[in-house]
C-alpha cells in the first residue's frame, strides 16, 4: 500500500494536472533548471506579448516554458497544448523554415541548428539553445524524445490529397493556414486575396519541378457564398489557375508559373477526385 502511494505520489509529480509533461533531472541528468512558468488563455500575452494572438487564432490552451543549462548549453523549451491536432499541426507549420531535416523525430518534427520543432497530436513544441554545433543539436533531439515519449503515440494526419503520390515529395512545405495572421505568416503572397473574408482555413504548399514553382491550395470556406464570392472577386485576378469543386464550400486551386509542366500533376489531383471521398 506504501508503495503504491508512493508510485502515485511521483506520477503526480511529473505528470502534473495540467496533462503537460514536466522534465526534471531524472530525465536530463546533471541538468540545472532556472525556470518552470505555465501560462494559460490570455496568459500568453504576458509571455510572448505581440506573438501570442497567432496562437490564439488557431487555438491556444497552455504552455509551459522551461529553461535550464545542460551539457554547456542553455537550453529553453516552449511547450504548447493547443485546442486540437490541427491547430498544433498549424503552428508548426507556420513556424518552420529551412529545416535540415524534417520528420526524422516524428511525422512532423523540424530540425534546424539552434531549434527543433515538433507537432505531435494536440501538443506543439519548441527547443531553444544557445549554441548550434552539431553536439547541441543532438542534445535537442534527445530533449524532445524524452517529452514525446511520455505520451501515447498522437500522430496528426493531413487531407488525403497531400498523401497522393505526386503531392507526397512536398509535405514538409504544407501549411495549414487559419485565419489573416495564420496567412499573414504561412504564406504572406496570398494575404491580399482573403482581405474581405473570414472563417476560412487552407492547407497549402508551395512545390518546385524542373525550376517552375507551383502551388495546390485546399480552402475550406464557411459558406457556399465565400465560395461564389472568392470565384467572382479573387479567381479572376489569379493567373495561371486550375480551379475543382471537391464538395460543397470547398475549393481546390493549382497555380502555377507560366510555362509551368502540369502535365503529371492536374491528372493525379482529377484521379484523386474522382475515384476518392468526393
Known sequence: MIKILFVMLISMFVYPQDGMYELTSTDLPGAVFTRNDTFTGIGLWGYINGGADLYLEYGFDKV????????????????YKMSNSEAAFGILSVSTYNCTEFGSLNKFSCVTQYQVQVAFGE?????????????????????????????????????ELFKIEYLKPFLANLKFINGTLGIQNGYPDWEEYF???????????????????????????????????????????????ETWYPEPGTLLILQAD?????????????????????
Open 64 to 79: 509551459r516554458v522551461q529553461e535550464f543549462e545542460w551539457h554547456e548549453n542553455k537550453f529553453k523549451i516552449n511547450f
Open 123 to 159: 501538443y506543439y513544441i519548441q527547443i531553444i539553445s544557445d549554441k548550434g554545433d552539431s553536439a547541441s543539436i543532438l542534445l535537442k533531439k534527445e530533449i524532445a524524445g524524452k517529452i514525446i515519449g511520455k505520451y501515447e503515440p498522437l500522430q496528426f494526419d493531413v487531407p
Open 195 to 241: 482581405d474581405e473574408l473570414e472563417n476560412y482555413s487552407i492547407y497549402l504548399f508551395k512545390g518546385e519541378v524542373e525550376g517552375k514553382s507551383f502551388t495546390v491550395a485546399l480552402i475550406d470556406f464557411s459558406s457556399e457564398s465565400d465560395v461564389v464570392f472568392f470565384t467572382k472577386q479573387v479567381l479572376k485576378g489569379m493567373s495561371n489557375t
Open 258 to 278: 507560366k510555362e509551368s509542366n502540369t502535365a503529371e500533376i492536374i491528372p493525379a489531383i482529377e484521379d484523386y477526385i474522382s475515384n476518392n471521398h468526393y
